[in-house]
């Protein structure tokens, strides 16, 4: 299977669907044999069959998982991702998710992953693995925390007190807050929210600024002096009048 393909899989993997556009602008971005829109899309047709093997379906100008057109539910998915930004990791990360199973175990699921082995199953790191897994799952397709503990119910997983269940609760969620998700892009929600919050504190500063300048600009600036906006026109002329 060629590289142009490896995106595509990898891409809709991470994202859930991906616009073509998208698939390009990210393979020239890592590649120096760019690739047009027209052939990729010549190649994913010709190789629909290892696309739809991967869980990978062409519908309309998007590369979509298959469980999103299965379930009939690609106009709300693209919804839930308007306006948001994309997480690219480097290649050699984003082509481990290739693998429809691939899956950061980062450090919010190793701490799961360890209370849960030394809490209910003594060192069976399998079972542990299987369990934290089941959980990460829920966080990120369905979470629910009914379906949560339905887990901890099925594998016989009794809490001693309700503290140990506060304890649960805790590393669940900060599991749930740092999952990458379909309809983010990619972004986990932690990440998405200090972008957003970096945006704000952006803004204001920028109407702070804008703000600042105006009143400068009536104070300071005469009727018949030089613009401030270098037009060379006079500044009556000129920004007094746009204003």
């Not at 990729?40 to 739809?52: F, G, I, M, P, W």
């Not at 979470?143 to 506060?166: A, D, T, Y």
Request: aromatic share 12%; with cysteine; proline share 2%.
């Amino acid at each position: 299977m060629n590289l142009a393909i490896d995106y595509i899989i990898s891409l809709t993997h991470l994202y859930g669907l991906v616009h073509k556009d998208k698939v390009v602008e990210i393979y020239n971005m890592q590649n120096d044999d760019h690739i047009s829109v027209e052939a990729l899309v010549e190649n994913a047709q010709d190789h629909s069959d290892d696309l739809r093997a991967k869980f990978v379906e062409i519908y309309k100008d998007y590369f979509v998982h298959e469980t999103i057109i299965e379930f009939n539910d690609f106009e709300l998915e693209l919804m839930k991702r308007k306006g948001k930004p994309f997480y690219i990791p480097k290649q050699q990360e984003l082509l481990k998710y290739k693998d429809d199973f691939y899956f950061e175990r980062n450090r919010e699921f190793k701490a799961l992953n360890k209370y849960v082995e030394r809490n209910f199953f003594k060192g069976n790191t399998y079972t542990a693995e299987m369990v934290s897994e089941e959980i990460r799952d829920q966080c990120e397709f369905n979470f629910s925390l009914n379906e949560i503990f339905g887990v901890f119910e099925r594998h016989g997983i009794v809490f001693n007190s309700e503290s140990q269940i506060g304890e649960v609760m805790d590393l669940i969620m900060d599991l749930a807050n740092n999952v990458r998700l379909w309809s983010n892009n990619g972004f986990t929600p932690s990440e998405l929210s200090r972008i957003k919050r970096v945006q704000s504190e952006d803004d204001r500063e920028e109407d702070s600024m804008a703000q600042s300048k105006s009143a400068s600009i009536s104070k300071k600036v005469g009727r018949n002096d030089p613009c401030p906006c270098g037009s060379g026109k006079k500044y009556k002329k000129c920004c007094l009048v746009k204003g």
